[in-house]
């Protein structure tokens, strides 16, 4: 299980993935918009999306669950 | 050849979803790049037609520069440029890297097209432009000349100042005592200003029908004792211009039979080409193989690819590792200090099988860092503190082991406030400025994205006069000093406070702000910032690597200093690092 975390606070722009996608590592999860810039948010891991914690114009926190991978 | 340097494979290929993601992305960089190509070709058609140049018995600037290089080997550049808004919307001549029988040299020729290849507006720092390259690259600077001299109703736009357009003759002298030749093809009446476009070089090599003068039969016959012009003032005009119609001063007539000015004249006009050719064979050249480390590769991933990576929204983050794997030698390299100022990349890679130093800006965030606050987080495509340094660095120890540099710009500026300042950002910027200068290493930047800020200047930007060669755009630059929003917000916050005080409506002020933003996005587009001379070229992401080889080529042809190979350091130094911390080897039993 992998757990994906916002590495710095930001708005979450858009929610590229669904549960129950296969992703590889590096594949693009989420955008967070955060110190002006438009930042991917990829995976760590080959896997499948579990969970999904976040939609799009949620503010987050640093460190704070984005999407699960198992 | 066994590659002398053992590098490291980097970069990925692209993902479905990236490919699907950036579709209208790549789709927006093709539509600028047609706007481009449109501009270049309107500039082309403009003047006299192609077919009454034929009529003439002439030729094209164009068609002579493709009869004179080699295949595919004209790299142009400065080809819509026009700072002066002349009317042809260009600056008269045609400019570029070439290879001419084998040999690399910056070629320049006048557009005979328009005025018969005057001088006009904007054309003064054109060549400018054309002399530092051959300066910097050490390369024969090749004219086609082709002059009818001052456009004369500007001529105050044109003749004076200086680095107007006499500033090229000088310059043409310096080239000549720094050992840089420089040769001619003469075509056409070249009177006054021509006269001299056409004496100033080292070699010249006439068409039979061409001349150099001080100054034209119009000159001559011009000149009225009275201060203004009457009917006996026209009679004497129109006898003087018959009389001067039929023999037009310094003619082949006069400057090979009597001066011996011209070394070869010749009837037609590619054996004017033939001969420049011919002389090209004969420039000082290292065999490529005397520098080369490794044989030339292809890289693993296609330059074209790169319009998928770099997103026109100019927000968008983007892996810059897999840009600079598309453009290089079999997608490897050796990075310098890898863990250190992690938004910027530093590197050695080779190009065409030459070594070559690659800095640009990474992109994304950057939690935990810069280290001398923890109040903020860093973002890429800003400079640190470290980020600063490791450039530094790099440049240094390039300019010690003689490593040419190519730069890749896309920031938005050096990290401010008085953090920052405590930080030293403002020195080491300068700092940075100051190891270009001293390391007078010919280099060239690709403002890949954004060029902002000092960022733009500390980072290779074409500022850097003395070691700068060119600098390419590409269909998602911009160039500006910051955001238009970032100014817009800069330039009247004060003033929306006082109306809001005032309690008067927002939206004049508003109105004024939205459209500075608009201005900031007008001009710093890829066609105002090629037009401008922000850049020297806007070239599409599948052609910079061309520009890059035909860069390598040319600074490796004849380089003023070397470094042997096994003298370099820099390769150690990024060899040490990978074995710090290892422990030495155990004696066995």
């Not at chain 1, 939609?55 to 984005?66: G, W």
């Not at chain 2, 030293?424 to 280099?443: D, H, T």
């Not at chain 2, 040490?576 to 422990?583: D, F, H, I, N, R």
């Amino acid at each position: 299980m992998e757990e994906v975390l916002a590495p710095m606070p930001g708005n979450i722009l858009e929610v590229i993935v669904k549960v129950g996608d296969a992703v590889k590592e590096d594949d693009e999860l989420v955008i967070l918009e955060a110190m002006k810039m438009e930042n991917p948010i990829c995976s760590p891991v080959d896997g499948t999306v579990k969970e999904i914690k976040v939609k799009a114009k949620d503010v987050v926190e640093a460190d704070q669950l984005l999407v699960v991978i198992e | 050849m066994i590659p002398y340097l053992k590098m490291k494979e980097f970069g990925k290929p692209l993902k479905e979803a990236q490919i699907k993601r950036m579709q209208e992305s790549v789709a927006q960089t093709n539509e600028i790049m047609k706007g481009i190509e449109a501009e270049d070709q309107r500039i082309r058609n403009f003047g006299v037609p192609a077919d009454t140049i034929h009529k003439r018995g002439q030729q094209t600037v164009w068609e002579r520069i493709e009869y004179l290089v080699d295949p595919g080997m004209f790299f142009p550049l400065h080809t819509i440029y026009d700072p002066d808004h002349e009317e042809s919307g260009s600056t008269g001549v045609v400019d570029g890297i070439a290879r001419i029988s084998g040999k690399w040299c910056v070629l320049i020729g006048f557009n005979n097209k328009w005025i018969a290849g005057a001088w006009i507006a904007g054309q003064a720092d054109n060549n400018l432009r054309v002399t530092d390259m051959a300066k910097i690259l050490n390369l024969p600077l090749v004219w086609l000349v082709n002059c009818s001299g001052v456009k004369l109703p500007e001529q105050e736009k044109v003749y004076a100042n200086r680095r107007g357009q006499g500033t090229c003759f000088f310059r043409h002298a310096e080239l000549e005592t720094l050992g840089v030749p420089v040769l001619a093809g003469i075509y056409g009446t070249n009177p006054a200003g021509g006269g001299y476009q056409g004496i100033s070089p080292t070699i010249l090599l006439a068409h039979k029908d061409c001349n150099i003068a001080v100054g034209g039969g119009g000159i001559v016959g011009g000149m009225s004792p009275k201060g203004f012009f009457d009917e006996e003032g026209a009679e004497q005009l129109i006898e003087a211009t018959r009389h001067f119609k039929e023999t037009p001063p310094g003619s082949v007539n006069i400057h090979y039979n009597e001066t011996g000015f011209f070394r070869y004249v010749f009837e037609e006009e590619n054996q004017v080409l033939d001969a420049l050719k011919e002389y090209m064979e004969g420039m000082p050249a290292y065999n490529p193989k005397f520098f080369r480390l490794s044989e030339p590769a292809e890289p693993k991933y296609a330059p074209s690819e790169i319009g998928y990576i770099v997103p026109v929204n100019q927000k968008a983050g983007y892996d810059f590792d897999n840009v600079v794997a598309r453009l290089v030698d079999n997608s490897e390299h050796l990075e310098f200090r890898p863990g250190y100022g992690p938004e910027v990349y530093t590197g050695l890679v080779m190009i065409d099988g030459f070594l070559m130093g690659i800095i640009g800006n990474r992109q994304g965030l950057i939690p935990n860092y810069p280290e001398y606050t923890n109040e903020y987080n860093a973002v890429g495509g800003k400079l640190y503190r470290q980020g600063l340094i490791k450039m530094n660095e790099f440049v240094t120890q390039c300019s010690r082991d003689r490593v040419p540099i190519i730069w890749f710009q896309d920031t938005s500026g050096i990290d401010v406030g008085d953090i920052a300042e405590k930080a030293e950002l403002l020195g080491l910027g300068q700092s940075l400025i100051y190891s270009i200068e001293e390391s007078n290493l010919p280099q060239m930047v690709v403002i890949l994205r954004k060029g902002t800020a000092a960022a733009h200047y500390v980072m290779g930007g074409p500022q850097g006069n003395n070691t700068n060669a060119f600098s390419l755009g590409t269909p998602t630059t911009e160039i500006y000093v910051m955001h238009g929003e970032t100014a817009a917000a800069a330039s009247y916050s004060r003033r929306l406070v006082k109306e809001k005080d005032a309690s008067k409506p927002l939206d004049p002020v508003l109105d004024k702000m939205n459209e500075m933003v608009q201005h900031y996005y007008d001009k710093s587009r890829p066609m105002y910032c090629a037009k401008a001379g922000l850049v020297d070229e806007i070239v599409h992401f599948e052609k910079l690597r061309d520009y890059m080889v035909a860069f390598a080529n040319s600074v490796y042809q004849n380089p003023r200093s070397i470094c042997p190979r096994h003298h370099m350091m820099l390769p150690r130094l990024i060899q040490s690092q990978v074995v710090t911390g290892l422990e030495r080897p155990k004696k066995e039993g």
